[in-house]
Structures are given as C-alpha cells and as structure tokens.
C-alpha cells in the first residue's frame, strides 16, 4: 500500500469506471487529469442531486409544498457555502455561472472611477472584465517569487493617484499550480486602502479558504471546479459595492416593486442583497450541487486531502524531474508550493501531437494549449530554457501564435481529491515511453483536433 493511500483514499467521483477506447481498438479505464478545467463530480454529490430532482420546484414567491422545499433549499445551501468560506457577518454569498461570470458581476458593480490591478499572470476570468467593464487597469509584470510579487504590488499603488482601488489576485495558478501569497497581498492592498478579490477557482477545490482568516473582500469560484459541474458558481463577500450598483441582469426576482409612472414610464425599486444580481429563475440545482460539494470536501477534512495530494505531487514531480526531455513550468521556482497543476513542455514534440497520444495510446486526458492565460504561458515557455521550439506538426497547436512567433503551447496534468495513484503511476510511464520510443501511431489534424491516424490503406 502506498503512502498516498494510506494517508487518504481518493473520493467517490462519477466515471471512475468508464472504459474508452484507444487507438489499437483495445478500451482502458480513463484517467482524467483534466481537474482544472473541469473535476469530475463527486459520487456524493451526484447522489444528493439525484435524491432532490423529484422535489424540484420554483425557487422564491410560490406557495406550493415544492416550491417552499426548494427555496429552503436554495437559501441553505446559501449559507452552507458561506460557511464553507468562512464568511464575515455582513458578508453575502451571490449565486453565478462561474468564476468568469461572478467576476464580470463584480467588474459590473466597481465604482467608476476605481483603479484595477491585476498581475499578468491572471486567468483570462480574472484579466480581462475590468477593462471590458471600462475601468483602469494597471497590468504588473510577472513576479519571480512571492517576495517580489508583494514588492510590486506596494510600488504599484505607492505610485497610484488617491481614489478607490482593487487588486485581483489568483489564489492557485491555473497554468502552474503554484500558491500565491494572498494573505500577503491583502495587507499591502488595505495598506494603501485598496480592496481585493479573490480568484479562488484552482484554492478552493485542494485548500480550505476562510475570507475572513485572509481579510480579502471578495471571493469567487466554479461549481464545475469543485466537483459539482452544474453549471453554477459564487461570488462571495461585501455588500456595499454590490447592494449600491445597477442589477447585473434585470428581470424578475431581483426587482422589489414595479409601477407604471402617470408619464408612461416605469419606475422600478430593486431588492438589496443577494437577489439584486439574481435575476430569473436561480439555478436550484447547481446551488445546491455546490453546497453538496463543500460539505463533502469539509467532512473529508482538508488536512487529509491535501497530505494525500502533496504526495501526489511529489511521485509526479520527482518521475518529471527524471525525464531529460520534460521541461516543468515554474514561476516562483521548482520548490514552489503547489496544488495538483503542473504544466510542461517536450522537447522535440508539439504539445497538441503529445496530449494526442496520451489520449489515443494510454486513454489518459490533459490539456494542451494556453490555458486561458495567454501571457503567462508565453512568458514561462521563453523562459524554458534547453527546449527547442516546438516543432511544426500536422497537428499544429490548438492556440494561435502572434505574428512571427513559434508555435507556443503547453500541455498541462492536473489532479484531486477523486485521482487514485494508478493514474498518476500510469501518466509518468506514458511520458517516458513517448519520448523514448515515440508515438506508435501517426496523426493528422481532424477538425483542428490531433488524432491518430487508424485509417487502412486500400
């Protein structure tokens, strides 16, 4: 028995049985170490669901037994997930689609006139709403470490004009996996009287996250992340910025009164709280997927889970660490803390060909690209120093590259509370048997997707 195991066996996900088939026509159990863009959903979470769907009814204002159940149960999976984050009193908990769209909601609601900053690094989520939204953004150039990060941080907003501001940092990179200082952040931020959110998107489902122990103001995240991909997600944490900004999307349920104006117009009072951004119909199930999955991981206990992933971790670093051809992608370093994200690159190999081959010749599934963090990546594969180019492959890479640049992508495993060794022990041999003997198929590009090439000749 292996030490992961002993110290906490995997989690009941859906799928874990699932056969597919591979490029010989032979069918393999899958091994999904695609967990950071999606995480298979908890065998308990699905079972919750399942035991709630014929109960399923409208959420606020109907007077059925159904739709009574389902408000109770919309309104306490509220407080489950505030629970979970460890919320502030006062501090309120808005159902969304997902990070992207919570941060959007937030960008949304920023008074105008208040100076973003925003590292490089971000996720596309977390980078990109505040100009769309039409706020100032200060971009920070990529720090080598969590001192530096800090550093630019404080002279960034040293050297801003007075005024309101916000700082958004990443908990956990989605491209690398490292930790980020947060607490850290927070401080030099609300040092300058700046307030900050969260991307929590790749903490949440591998770290325990109290808003009120790392002072951020807000906090948001994926249902779809934490094993339960129903299509919701949260934006949590004060109240004044959002109860103060226009309704996110108007219509029912975020209105208090409507009334018709002797002029002919309409004149409209909007809740407070959390319906003022609630608009239609909420999404009973996904909320409560979300609240079924915090409890989970909270009865499986962090400290057991993320002993069992940093074992995980390390088999897979040190398997990494002896393959010559593999160069890892690090910002803050090789000995950076992490959560089970790690990418990489191959020399001699176009990432889209070598996630193609997992996939056709080991039934194992990654992803290859740029992650939806197009600047960091293209950033830390300049960096990856000893690897040639990639090479041109019929395949090509799944990203566009800028004019006159190579081919840049990547390809990226990731891994949680639901991943049993084998896959992990599965993943490392697959490595080092393509770039020892190579891939055993050819490939073509199939609707811009890399396949092996199972076509006989005539």
């Known amino acids: 028995m292996s030490l992961a195991t002993e110290i906490c066996a995997p989690l009941a996900v859906l799928g874990h049985d699932v056969q597919v088939p591979l490029a010989n026509g032979e069918k393999v159990g899958y091994a999904p170490l695609d967990y950071a863009a999606s995480a298979p959903a908890l065998q308990r979470v699905w079972d919750d669901v399942a035991a709630y769907a014929p109960y399923y009814g409208s959420v606020h204002r109907g ?3 159904l739709s009574q159940l389902s408000t109770d149960l919309f309104e306490q999976s509220r407080r489950t997930v505030g629970e979970f984050l460890g ?4 501090d309120q908990v808005v159902f969304t689609r997902a990070t992207t769209d919570s941060l959007n909601l937030l960008a949304a609601a920023v008074p105008a006139g208040t100076r973003v900053f925003a590292f490089e690094t971000e996720h596309h989520a977390s980078l990109l709403p505040w100009a769309h939204a039409g706020l100032d953004v200060t971009y920070l150039r990529a720090p080598r470490s969590h001192a530096e990060a800090v550093a630019v941080l404080d002279a960034a907003l040293a050297g801003a004009p007075g005024g309101r501001k ?7 990179s989605n491209v690398t996996g490292e930790l980020w200082p947060v607490a850290e952040l927070t401080a030099t931020a609300h040092r300058h009287g700046a307030r ?4 929590a998107a790749q903490l949440a489902p591998h770290h325990r996250v109290s808003v009120a122990e ?3 103001d807000w906090i948001a995240f994926s249902g779809h992340k934490i094993y339960a991909p129903f299509g919701a997600g949260v934006l949590a944490g004060r109240a004044d910025w959002l109860d103060a900004a226009e309704p996110y999307l108007a219509g029912g349920g975020a209105t208090r009164t409507v009334a018709r104006e002797a002029d002919g117009s309409v004149a409209v009072q909007w809740h407070t709280g959390p ?6 119909s909420p999404n009973v199930i996904g909320a409560y997927a979300i609240a079924s999955a915090c409890r989970a991981l909270s009865e499986a206990g962090f400290d057991a889970l993320e002993a069992r992933e940093q074992a995980l971790i390390a088999r897979l670093t040190a398997g990494l660490a002896e393959i010559p051809q593999v160069k890892v992608l690090n910002l803050f370093g090789e000995d950076s803390a992490r959560v089970g994200v790690l990418s990489f690159v191959v020399r001699g190999w176009n990432s889209s060909h070598f996630s193609a081959a997992l996939s056709a010749e080991y039934g194992i599934g990654v992803r290859d690209g740029l992650f939806c963090a197009h600047p960091l990546v293209r950033t ?3 960096d990856a120093s000893g690897v040639a180019p990639s090479p041109v492959s019929e395949c090509g890479a799944p990203e566009p590259s800028l004019p006159g640049e190579r081919s840049l992508n990547a390809i990226r495993v990731s891994f949680g509370a639901g991943t049993p060794d084998e896959h992990v022990d ?14 055993a198929w050819n490939y073509r590009n199939e609707g811009g997707r890399c396949v092996a090439d199972t076509r006989r000749e005539d």
């Open 166 to 172: 916000l700082l958004c940092v990443t908990g956990a």
């Open 196 to 199: 900050v959110v969260l991307d």
């Open 87 to 90: 919320l502030r009193e006062g």
């Open 426 to 439: 599965r993943f490392l041999t697959a490595v080092r048997e393509l770039v020892t003997d190579g891939a």
């Open 275 to 280: 319906a003022r951004h609630e608009a239609g």
């Open 214 to 216: 790392l002072d951020v």
């Open 63 to 65: 007077a059925g037994y």
């Open 380 to 382: 830390l594969i300049g």
